[in-house]
């Protein structure tokens, strides 16, 4: 058997979790013509097929399940061990952070965050990515990303750590002068108006739609989306209404005053975002000071207020009452 090559261990373990060899290549973000050169070198190295083909894919021989079994808490203690004597210095560090960050996420707290790592790292630059959710747990495990901060959970897994950052309530965003506007939002009005509906896999809007579907609450769906960010845009020059994470409606509301919030008709269910790291790093310098300064950055500015009880408000000028519930 030849010495093999200690860098073709984490192609293993690819293969061995995925059984695929396309999904063990998009995993690690390599072509599949390398993955199976790298198998190709690791069936000379190891003396063994390791992996055999099989209908559904690849299957481990036992030699490739003593290696794995053997070889992955070997390598990971290794990197803790190397990583825990390390020290970082924030003013002099120019390595860039990256953040994986989702849609709600970024718009709700990017800015928070970018101000506080620029004022405490200034000479480090900030990437926000966007991963495929299959491919994020394998990027925190090889530290090309950071921290994943948004609502993930796909990333509820033994070898990911996670700490709440807010709790998410939710808001209908309507144009300012929409005619639902000037009365109760009762559940009839809700299910008669024009809907646009964001639906993005494995995202926060997942958790309304479910409630939606067990409560039977049926809607006008008029469009559908995978964006955010294009909502005020539509919203705004439309009858369309669309329910949203409440901070992402504030946003929106603040940004125009042509844009509004209310509360919905319902007691829909809360979701939590989180950030998120490998163990790996659970104890490395670096980490650890970007997970206190995220942390901190939340405990200043705490949850993003829920929408307020309806309530009937004062009168304007004009003679109407304006909604106290609105953002």
């Given amino acids: 058997m030849k010495s093999p090559d200690l860098n073709l261990l984490p192609i293993a373990f ?63 203690r290794l990197q ?26 970024e718009m709700a707290f990017l800015p928070r965050v970018m101000t506080a790592l620029q004022a405490r790292a200034p000479q480090c630059g900030i990437r926000s990515v966007s991963v495929p959710t299959a491919q994020l747990a394998h990027e925190l495990e090889k530290g090309e990303v950071d921290l994943a901060v948004g609502y993930y959970p796909a990333l509820s897994l033994k070898t990911v750590r996670q700490r709440r950052v807010s709790t998410q309530h939710w808001s ?4 300012a002068d929409h005619p639902l506007r000037s009365q109760p939002m009762t559940l009839a009005a809700f299910s008669a108006a024009e809907h646009l509906v964001v639906r993005a896999e494995g995202r926060s809007q997942e958790v309304l739609e479910r ?9 006008n769906v008029a469009l559908m989306s995978p964006h955010f960010l294009s909502l005020p845009f539509l919203v705004s020059r439309s009858d369309l209404i669309a329910t949203i994470p409440h901070s992402v409606a504030l946003l929106f509301a603040c940004m125009s005053p042509t844009l509004v919030g209310v ?23 670096r980490s650890r000071w970007l997970r206190d300064q995220l942390a901190e950055v939340f405990r200043e500015d ?19 009452r304006r909604d106290r519930r609105s953002v």
Wanted: a positive charge.
């Fill in 211 to 219: 409630f939606l579907e067990r409560r039977r609450i049926k809607r």
């Fill in 263 to 285: 509360s919905p008709p319902f007691e829909a269910p809360t979701f939590d975002l989180k950030f998120h790291w490998h163990r790996r790093f659970d104890n490395e310098a």
């Fill in 14 to 76: 690819a293969l061995y979790d995925e059984l695929s060899v396309s999904r063990a290549a998009r995993l690690l973000g390599m072509s599949q013509p390398a993955v199976s050169m790298a198998l190709k070198r690791m069936r000379i190295a190891f003396d063994d097929p390791l992996f055999i083909r099989v209908p559904s894919g690849v299957t481990p021989t036992p030699r490739a399940h003593a290696i794995v079994r053997l070889a992955r808490p070997l390598l990971g």
């Fill in 172 to 175: 209908i965003l309507m144009r």
């Fill in 80 to 105: 803790e061990d190397l990583l825990r004597g390390e020290s970082f210095d924030a003013a002099s560090s120019t390595r860039t952070w990256t953040l994986a960050l989702s849609d709600v996420g």
């Fill in 302 to 320: 705490p949850t993003l207020p829920q929408p307020t009880p309806l309530a009937a408000g004062p009168r304007t000028r004009s003679g109407s």
